[in-house]
């Protein structure tokens, strides 16, 4: 009787320690899968966010280069430099870069278009013989806006209907060659051509362009001065060249200025880096 009760008993206990063993087993292995859980979902986090970053950047590098810094005597136009030492040059310059940051411009679209227009742009220009920084003039006239002047310009270059048709564009109300970005790349080198040879400066070049030819001659012969950054003009002009040095500035160095330079425009900027490389070593040889 005894031993059938402890035989009875041990028995019991065995199926009770079964189950803890059990229990105790399926505790630890869902402790072991939660910590693994716990572990992965940093790391999973951390590589959508990755993926995230790359997928939103794609379209959007910045330059890993390192830019060296600028100073007044590196700012040139069409190899014009500053007039160094003249404070009030110096002012009017860092307030015109000031405006070009991003922080008060916002806009990368500028690098897309430098990266769509400048291969069109800069043969046409090397072609008449013009400097090749005019060609951020367009995105000065027409890339930070659109449409039709107040006064009639339209088109990338900007120009008046009668001076359009001067240098053989049509403009009528059929067609706008003005919006044509090769027809009219032409007729603005050629408009500039001819101003180089009325003013034999590049600054000055570009404000008659701005202002028109007659009135810039008119201004020179009053006030008895052809240094563009010593004459007092009206203040659309008088910061024409400032905003094209500023453009200039943005392009080429556009992270000190705020600004990602898309992938497109450094894929542009890295294979005429390597042609003027295989200029320099054929001319070399």
């Known amino acids: ?17 079964k189950k803890h063993i059990i229990t105790l087993t399926v505790i630890i292995t869902l402790l072991v899968i939660a910590k693994v859980f716990a572990y992965n979902m940093p790391q999973a986090a951390e590589s959508l966010l990755k993926e995230e970053k790359t997928t939103r950047n794609n379209d959007t590098l910045v330059s890993e280069i390192e830019e060296p810094a600028q100073t007044m005597a590196d700012l040139k136009f069409a190899e014009e430099g500053l007039p160094l030492g003249d404070a009030i040059v110096e002012r009017k310059m860092e307030k015109a870069l000031a ?3 991003y922080s008060n411009l916002q806009t990368n679209r500028l690098h897309n278009k430098a990266a769509e227009w400048f291969p069109v742009i ?38 008046m209907p009668a001076t359009a048709r001067g240098y053989g564009l ?3 109300s059929k067609v706008d060659e003005r919006n044509n970005l090769r027809k009219s790349t032409v007729a603005a080198a050629k408009y500039i051509k001819e101003l180089y040879g009325i003013f034999d400066n590049w600054a000055l070049v570009a404000a008659a362009y ?12 009053r006030q008895k001065q052809d240094n563009y950054f010593k004459m007092k003009l009206n203040s659309e002009t008088a910061s024409y060249v400032y905003k094209l040095i500023s453009m200039k500035q943005i392009m080429e160095y556009p992270n000190q200025y705020g600004y990602k330079a898309p992938r497109a425009f450094l894929a542009y900027n890295a294979e005429k880096a390597a042609a003027n490389e295989a200029n320099k070593a054929e001319q070399a040889e």
């Open 122 to 159: 800069e043969p046409i220009l090397a072609a008449y013989g013009i400097p090749e920084d005019f060609k951020y003039m367009p995105l000065v006239e027409s890339g930070l806006k659109s449409g039709v002047s107040p006064k009639g310009a339209a088109g990338f270059w900007q120009f």
């Open 1 to 17: 009787m005894f031993a059938n009760v402890l035989k009875l008993l041990t028995k019991k206990r065995r199926k009770m320690i």
């Open 210 to 221: 701005n202002v028109g030819d007659n009135h810039m001659r008119k201004q020179i012969n």
């Open 170 to 172: 049509k403009v009528n």
């Open 99 to 101: 405006k070009f940051s």
